[in-house]
Structures are given as structure tokens and as C-alpha cells.
């Protein structure tokens, strides 16, 4: 049996993901969109599609919408993309409890993603992993540099806590996230590569899948971070969006650097 | 037309989500009496198998899902209720398939969930991967898996041991991974299964 094993099933095969992050608010996207067959690039359902076409394996939605008719309007976006698309997609923004992340399941969100929630009230992980399953509880984590720590931060990088970020991942791993989205908010917008120092170390400590953000500039960039820190998966908005980086030719230079992609 | 069992195991927004951009007709099975109406049926499942497998033998369809004739595809803990026994909640299951559904061991190489997009090795030849290429990826998000059987094993997946991603057994299919969100090769599945 065992030499049939070796020989008749892939010895590898779990591809790593490449994840566009697409920021909403009130529904529409924000950042600035440059692909060019877009008949309403401020629509998140059309651009989801196009880069699920172009072969993404996932998206992120990010909601920054502030008014009180927030879960109206994700709920609806959510619908909408279940609708349209063929690959998984995460939501994130705005989940504070069980009733906001059952109605976004019931609309079709395959995975939510919490932060300062999770932070504020960690129990909420638990709850939420025993409520829908870990597979469903990404828990992301804004880190930041401070005299040679690395501290976790909210809101968008600008308030410091009291957590030490590679002990904050492992109190989420144990309470039931089923993935950990890290970004760097050092390396966010700097396109000069992601911190791949913070993310071997983090992605060595956990067993459960990382996603990478914060950095990415160009495509060695995603070689570097899987090779050096063998993540599970790399999410960029930018250089997306604004056509710098073509998701098919991304995965042909993967591809040519023995990158597992699908 | 597709009958989906409904058990209240898990959402199925995206499954018929993804039957509707297919533009397959497909109704749902709450009763034994719904059943007559389909000529094939779908499980769906998402969560945990013992609590699914509680749920489905509230709704007393189990002895004529155990009897049914016609094509059937179980998807993720849809599938695994086909097997005869999970170790999630230690549960007996439908037992139409003798494989049993075990946990992936903990290890330092191979992450718990099986999460992402995974190359599914096609054993035998069946015509529900008609269309698709051999060692194509699909979306795979689970804890358990099923054993690998010469028998039953349709398509396998490595992940950190060989395991059934697709059981065939006269009628009954089944897919580990989510052919709902599996791009263009999980519409061609679906596509391929309401042919079969």
C-alpha cells in the first residue's frame, strides 16, 4: 500500500490562496478601482466577479459603513455576492455578536472576520466557534511595532493595547479561530514586502491557516512570503485593484517558483 | 429537478445559490411524501456530524434515504452521514457507505481545518468528473475525513494521509470538498451530477 500511495496520489496539493480585499461601505467599494471592463467600478458584487474570474481564491470584504443600517446593507452585499460568485468569501467589519454574524451565514458569507471585537471582548470567539464551527471565526489582528515588540493595535493601527500580538493569536487559536488574517500595519501601504519575519514566526506557532496582509508591492513579494514563511495565503487591496499586479500573471510566477497554486 | 433534504443542518443559500446560476430546478425535502416529486436529491451539511445525523433522524427520513433509488450526492457532513460512523460525537450514520469518518490526527505539518483549495486525484472513472482534469482543485473546509477504501473511493486527496475527497456506490455520491464554491470545476460537478 505504501508504494502505492507514493506513487499514484500527489505528494502535495493544498494550494496557497491569493485573497483581494475589496473595502465597502454602504455598499459601494471605496478605494479607487482601475480595471478597465468595469462597467461600475464602485459596484463590490461586479469587481468580486471579475476577480474570481481572473482566479482569485478568495475575497475579503471589508465594511468600514458607520450607521446604524450597517447589518442591513452587509447582509444585503453578502446576498448578493453568494449570488454571483463561485469562490469563498469572507466579511468583516462591524461583527460585535452571534446575532450579526448568523444573519450574515444565513446570507451567504462562507467566513467573518473579527477584530477589535474579538479584542475588547475575546469570549465572542468562543462563542462564535461553538455557534457556527471554527471554519467560520477568521480573527484578524492589526499589529504594529513598538520598541522591538510587537503589539496589537485597533482601529486601523491608531490605538495601541495592551497585547503582545504572537500570545494574543495563540489566546485566539485556543478560543476557536479557525484562521488568522495578520496584517502589518508597519509594512500596510508601504509596498515594500510583507513582514515576513513577524509572519514565519506566527504561522510556526499556530495550527491553524495565515493569511498575510500589509506590504505586498510586487510579485516577488508573494513568492518571498510563502517561501519564507510558508503562510497559507497572501490578501492585497492595491496593487488589486489598480491593475499592478494580474492575478494570472501572479500565479504564473508562483507557479514557475515550484508555488503550489490552483 | 433536485430534491435537497432539509434537516436544518447548515445554511443553503450558497448550494442553491450556485443551482440557480446553473439554471437547475431544484424544490426542498422536508417529508417522505416530497421525495416522489425529484428525480435526483442532494444532502447538504455543514457543522457537526453527530448533531447533523441527530437532526436528520428527527425529520424520520432515514429509512427512505437508506432506500433510495435514485441519484443522490451527499456534500461535506451531507456526505459523511453516508458513512457508517463519525467520530465527531461518536455517532452511528446512514451506513450506506462501511467507511468510517475519522478526525485529521494533529501535526506539525498539516493544519486543522483542512482549509483551501486541494488537488483531488481522480481514482476511478465516473461520469460526475466528466469535463473535469485529473488533480483539479476544489474548496475543501473540514476536520474529519473519510477513509480511503478501494472500493468506494471515487477521487482522493493527500492531506497528510490519503483520503476519500469522493465516495461512489451504486446511486449514492459523495464530495468532501464544496462544489458550490469550487469555481468552474464545482459548477461542472453539480452540472455533471443532474445528468447522471
Known amino acids: 500500500m505504501e508504494q502505492l500511495h507514493n506513487t499514484t496520489f500527489p505528494t502535495s496539493g493544498l494550494a496557497k490562496r491569493i485573497v483581494p480585499c475589496l473595502d465597502v461601505k454602504d455598499g459601494r467599494t471605496v478605494k479607487g478601482v482601475n480595471f478597465v471592463d468595469l462597467r461600475d467600478a464602485g459596484d463590490p458584487v461586479e469587481l468580486a466577479w471579475n476577480y474570481s474570474q481572473q482566479g482569485a481564491d478568495e475575497l475579503v470584504f471589508l465594511d468600514i459603513t458607520a450607521t446604524h443600517e450597517r447589518r442591513k446593507t452587509m447582509v444585503e452585499l453578502v446576498k448578493s455576492v453568494a449570488r454571483q460568485i463561485n469562490i469563498p468569501f469572507t466579511i468583516g467589519g462591524g461583527i460585535n455578536e452571534i446575532a450579526d454574524a448568523d444573519a450574515l451565514l444565513n446570507a451567504g458569507a462562507d467566513k467573518i472576520s473579527i477584530n477589535s471585537a474579538a479584542v475588547r471582548n475575546p469570549k465572542l470567539i468562543d462563542e ?102 510558508n503562510v497559507d495565503a497572501a490578501l492585497a487591496a492595491s496593487v488589486f485593484h489598480y491593475g499592478e499586479i494580474l492575478i494570472p500573471d501572479l500565479k504564473d510566477v508562483l507557479r514557475a517558483n515550484k508555488i503550489e497554486v490552483r | 429537478m433536485i430534491g ?78 453516508m458513512t457508517a460512523y463519525s467520530e465527531e460525537g461518536d455517532a452511528n450514520l446512514l451506513h450506506i457507505f462501511p467507511n468510517k469518518t475519522l478526525r485529521f490526527k494533529d501535526s506539525e505539518h498539516y493544519k486543522v481545518p483542512h482549509t483551501g483549495w486541494n488537488r483531488v486525484h481522480q481514482d476511478k472513472q465516473n461520469p460526475l468528473f466528466k469535463d473535469i482534469p485529473d488533480d483539479a482543485h476544489f474548496y475543501f473546509v473540514h476536520s474529519y475525513y473519510i477513509e480511503y477504501n478501494e472500493l468506494y473511493t471515487l477521487a482522493s486527496t493527500n492531506y497528510s494521509l490519503p483520503y476519500s475527497a469522493s465516495i461512489w456506490h451504486n446511486n449514492f455520491y459523495g464530495v468532501q470538498f464544496h462544489p458550490e464554491k469550487s469555481g468552474v470545476y464545482g459548477e461542472t460537478l453539480l452540472a455533471n451530477f443532474s445528468k447522471i
Open chain 1, 128 to 229: 462564535l466557534a461553538k455557534a457556527f464551527g471554527v471554519q467560520f471565526v477568521i480573527v484578524a489582528v492589526d499589529t504594529r511595532h513598538i520598541d522591538d515588540r510587537n503589539i496589537v493595535h485597533l482601529n486601523g493601527g491608531r490605538i495601541a493595547t495592551e497585547l503582545e500580538t504572537l500570545s494574543w493569536i495563540k489566546e485566539a487559536e485556543s478560543r476557536g479561530a479557525g484562521e488568522i488574517l495578520l496584517t502589518s500595519m508597519d509594512h500596510d501601504g508601504t509596498k515594500a514586502g510583507f513582514d515576513n519575519t513577524l509572519l514565519k514566526t506566527v504561522n510556526n506557532a499556530v495550527h491553524i491557516p495565515v493569511i498575510a496582509s500589509g506590504g505586498a508591492g510586487s510579485m516577488q513579494h508573494f513568492v518571498d512570503v510563502f517561501e519564507q514563511t
Open chain 2, 4 to 81: 435537497i433534504i432539509r434537516y436544518g443542518a447548515g445554511n443553503i443559500f450558497s448550494l442553491t445559490s450556485a443551482l440557480d446560476r446553473l439554471g437547475f430546478a431544484y424544490g426542498m425535502v422536508h417529508t417522505e411524501e416530497d421525495l416522489a416529486q425529484y428525480d435526483r436529491y442532494i444532502i447538504p451539511g455543514v457543522g457537526h456530524a453527530g448533531a447533523a445525523m441527530s437532526k436528520l433522524e428527527q425529520t424520520g427520513l432515514v429509512p427512505a434515504i437508506k432506500a433510495l433509488q435514485k441519484p443522490t450526492l451527499g456534500i461535506c457532513v451531507g456526505m459523511q452521514l
